[in-house]
């Protein structure tokens, strides 16, 4: 059964889906290579940071459940833990298939617009990963700016 999960933040017809290290790899770049992807408006920096930050998946992905759980078994053939010849990651596959399922709201009617955001994301002279975790003075007119750029329409 597919669930994707509840919405990262949701706010008076926004939600918005903040993506850290786990989500940027093969999988997830095949997702963002169909079509219907075009409009998406974060669909360039995420094939960028696919590319760029798959060491930084790997890294905080190749063991335990961040690999694999027993619905992603279920749903996706994988390999031994931090292997990415053949099956790879069961988890992996599980997680890029729920973000194109989130990705698909944009294209339903409905009232929502969907914001997708990343940690890798430039909010002034800094990441956004950088201000959630305290590590940077967070500049909310720069995080606006870029959930603004980053919404595709209801």
Not at 32 to 43: F, G, I, K, N, Q
Not at 60 to 87: C, I
Request: net charge neutral; glycine share 10%.
């Amino acid at each position: 059964m597919f669930r994707p999960g509840s919405w990262d933040l949701s706010y008076d017809g926004l939600v918005v889906e903040l993506d850290e290290e786990l989500h940027f790899n093969r999988y997830r770049a095949r997702t963002l290579e169909a079509s219907w992807t075009l409009r998406l408006p974060w669909r360039q920096n995420f094939l960028t940071y696919c590319a760029a930050h798959v060491a930084e998946c790997f890294a905080a992905g190749q063991w335990g459940r961040r690999w694999t759980n027993d619905s992603a078994t279920k749903m996706f053939s994988g390999g031994s833990p931090g292997e990415l010849g053949g099956s790879g990651a069961p988890r992996w596959k599980q997680r890029a298939l729920y973000d194109a399922i989130k990705d698909t709201l944009p294209l339903l009617d409905n009232p929502v617009a969907l914001a997708r955001v990343a940690t890798h994301d430039d909010v002034g002279n800094t990441t956004l990963g950088a201000v959630l975790d305290g590590f940077a003075p967070g500049n909310s007119a720069a995080v606006r700016a870029l959930v603004d750029a980053r919404t595709a329409p209801a």
